[in-house]
């Protein structure tokens, strides 16, 4: 399996770690022929306004959006906002997933946080996850699972199909459990585990 991550900018080395970690050599992606054999891909956090204005000079946004339409894709903080639909502003994104997201919604005191999340998906454990000025899903539409929620409702994890978009980072932990179910569950792709 040939697995893409986004690496225009952000923490995309943090996912190949990850991916290697799971036996998938990981490909990065910074030009449109880059996708063309590619089974799924992953939109690491960083800054959505830099990943986008790169995106749209490497002539890659429209790609990604092609991509997007068949393949798995997994935007973890400013990939999720690069894959929703709604930000209420205007910047270059994919605009894939139906939700509506706040960006920086933690505000300064709490720009970047680590808690516990219920991912009733991932078993019953809880997840560790690390908030570094993350977005926050304010909407979701018809067909868009809430797989996470903050202890005060907010939704922080979502899938749309094969789309997966995850506020926080689960790159920069050792839990590789998100990994393994956008690879497994969501790319349904043959992860010998
Ligand atoms: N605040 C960033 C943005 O708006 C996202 C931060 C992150 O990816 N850690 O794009």
């Not at 040939?2 to 991916?19: D, P, S, Y």
């Not at 910047?91 to 706040?102: A, E, F, H, S, Y």
């Not at 749309?160 to 349904?188: C, I, K, M, N, S």
Request: charged share 20%; with cysteine; glycine share 10%.
């Amino acid at each position: 399996m040939k697995v893409g991550v986004l690496a225009l900018q952000g923490a995309f080395i943090e996912h190949e770690k990850t991916l290697r970690a799971l036996g998938v050599e990981p490909v990065e992606v910074r030009l449109p022929e880059q996708l063309s054999d590619l089974d799924a891909l992953i939109i690491p956090g960083g800054e959505s306004t830099t990943i986008g204005k790169l995106a749209v000079r490497f002539d890659l946004l429209e790609p990604l959006r092609a991509f997007a339409q068949t393949k798995p894709v997994w935007g973890t903080c400013a990939g999720m906002i690069v894959l929703a639909k709604d930000i209420g502003r205007d910047q270059p994104l994919l605009g894939v997933i139906d939700i509506t997201v706040n960006r920086n919604a933690f505000g300064r005191q709490v720009d970047s946080f680590e808690t516990n999340l219920s991912v009733p998906e991932l078993g019953a454990d809880p997840f560790h996850a690390v908030f570094i000025r993350a977005p926050l899903v304010t909407g979701v539409h018809d067909g868009v699972q809430v797989l996470a929620r903050l202890g005060d409702g907010g939704i922080v994890a979502v899938r749309q199909g094969h789309w997966l978009a995850t506020a926080f980072h689960p790159e920069l932990t050792p839990d590789d459990r998100f990994h393994r179910y956008f690879l497994g569950e969501v790319a349904g792709l043959p992860l010998e585990l």
